[in-house]
């Protein structure tokens, strides 16, 4: 299946900001709510945004989404330590009736 | 709190069989669709199955059509993965996860499957 495309690796120093874009096509991001999700080598997948720019209780507002047309962005503000992990977009596709999945964004906080 | 339990991975031999099982609690199961998805060592995540909530709609990836099912009981609170003939490739992985509209949202802390001689 289709994937979408992420940068393979972004970095910034500890309190700026970031941002990791996720651009796809009309059949996917451009008609569906697109997720994101952090993971931190070696465990599971954490749910970070959904339904573009939503977050799950428990999620910082320091992290947000946003999406134009048939691209996506993941902000995160006040970088820590912490956030140094992979982030990764997913989103329906309707014309595959699939879900599809961006192949990863690796954070490093320099 | 969102819980989700994968059981039944381990260590199979190529063309056999094994069912993942995924135990849900801290919501009602029976209101949410349901993902597998699967990552392989070192590589990124890649989805291989959707089932609604009422077991209606199910999808599958490519790799997965023909091979894998998907199903629930609803009674049991649990999700299945029945994975067939299996091929050193499906060595992954693999996580549950409940659905939020029709993508991934919170996942389970996965199921290792080794396909191996």
């Known amino acids: 299946q289709s994937m979408l495309t992420q940068p393979p690796s972004v970095s910034a120093a500890p309190g700026q900001k970031v941002t990791i874009s996720c651009s796809g096509s009309s059949s996917n991001i451009g008609n569906n709510y697109v997720s994101w999700y952090q993971q931190v080598p070696g465990t599971a997948p954490k749910f970070l945004i959904y339904e573009n720019n939503k977050r799950p209780s428990g999620i910082p507002d320091r992290f947000s989404g946003s999406k134009s047309g048939t691209s996506a962005t993941l902000g995160i503000t006040g970088l820590q330590t912490g956030d140094e992990a992979d982030y990764y977009c997913?989103?329906?596709?309707?014309?595959?009736?699939?879900?599809?999945f961006g192949g990863g964004t690796k954070l490093t906080v320099l | 709190q969102v819980h989700l339990v994968e059981s039944g991975g381990g260590v199979v031999q190529p063309g056999r069989s094994l069912r993942l099982s995924c135990a849900a609690s801290?919501?009602?199961?029976?209101?949410?669709?349901m993902h597998w998805v699967r990552q392989a060592p070192g590589k990124g995540l890649e989805w291989v199955a959707f089932?609604?909530?009422?077991?209606?709609?199910?999808y599958y990836a490519d790799s997965a059509k023909g091979r894998f099912s998907i199903s629930r009981d609803n009674s049991k609170n649990t999700v299945y993965l029945q994975m067939n003939s299996l091929r050193p490739e499906d060595t992954a992985v693999y996580y549950c996860?409940?659905?939020?509209?029709?993508?991934?949202?919170?996942w389970g802390q996965g199921a290792l499957v080794t396909v191996s001689s």
């Open positions: 089932i609604s909530y009422g077991s209606r709609d199910i």
């Open positions: 997913g989103t329906w596709d309707s014309s595959l009736s699939v879900v599809v």
């Open positions: 801290g919501f009602t199961f029976s209101d949410y669709n």
């Open positions: 996860a409940r659905g939020i509209l029709r993508t991934p949202g919170d």
